[in-house]
């Protein structure tokens, strides 16, 4: 079956404990994107990748990392938390990129920065 | 800035039609996509535009005036399981994806 997945689904830590989200698909999809969710406004990129060793900051990557080693994976890092990064985080990958395709999202990581 | 303009909340009953309006201004502009989120759930992609005019998928249709800086969805034949939040998007070019923030579509009985 044709996914976006994304471990863990939900997470509750302290600030300043590093922590990784990862997500993987199985589509051989080149273009993958972070997103993050919070109420009203709407989904905004955070990082995004082209191809493997291929990453841009989307419009909110201040206090993200992201790495691209494998076309498969795209792991979504937050070096120091803190609790204006509590949000809801999506990933996202497409065949050829954000022009005329279909993004597939992951279920979502839920995170809590106490 | 870039923004993408669509209204907070629209309620229509079952069977009905509803249109869910959305203006953008963007630095460049590829296309528009629409997505529909269930709640817990993530984004699912509805329909693209790429250029002027109608598209059609189902009950579905999208249409994008370029000139205007304007689209909208179209739903036709309401359900109750169209409750959901649709999500407007720009595709800017170099691969960033500006969201709106969201319409909440409340499908009455």
């Given at each position: 079956e044709a996914q976006v997945t994304q471990?863990?689904?939900?997470?509750?830590?302290?600030?300043?404990?590093?922590?990784?989200?990862?997500?993987?698909?199985n589509m051989n999809h080149e273009y993958m994107s972070w997103y993050r969710q919070d109420p009203g406004l709407g989904l905004r990129q955070i990082y995004y990748s082209m191809n493997v060793e291929v990453t841009d900051k989307g419009d909110v990557p201040e206090g993200y990392k992201v790495s691209r080693k494998e076309k498969r994976n795209f792991p979504l890092i937050?070096?120091?938390?803190s609790p204006n990064q509590t949000s809801l985080y999506f990933c996202a990958s497409s065949l050829a990129g954000a022009q005329t395709d279909t993004q597939y999202f992951g279920p979502g990581t839920r995170l809590t920065v106490l | 800035g870039q923004s993408l303009e669509q209204p907070s909340e629209v309620t229509a009953v079952e069977g009905a039609i509803v249109q869910i309006n959305c203006t953008y201004q963007t630095s460049g502009f590829y296309g528009l996509s629409w997505y529909q989120q269930h709640d817990g759930g993530a984004p699912t992609f509805l329909s693209y535009n790429g250029l002027?005019?109608?598209?059609?998928t189902g009950r579905f249709s999208s249409f994008l005036s370029r000139s205007d800086s304007y689209g909208y969805l179209l739903l036709q034949e309401l359900q109750m399981k169209d409750s959901a939040s649709y999500f407007c998007a720009v595709d800017t070019g170099g691969f960033k994806t500006i969201f709106g923030a969201g319409t909440r579509l409340f499908v009455k009985a």
């Open positions: 471990n863990p689904r939900y997470l509750i830590t302290v600030t300043g404990k590093k922590l990784t989200v990862t997500c993987s698909q937050l070096e120091s938390p | 002027d005019g109608l598209e059609e």
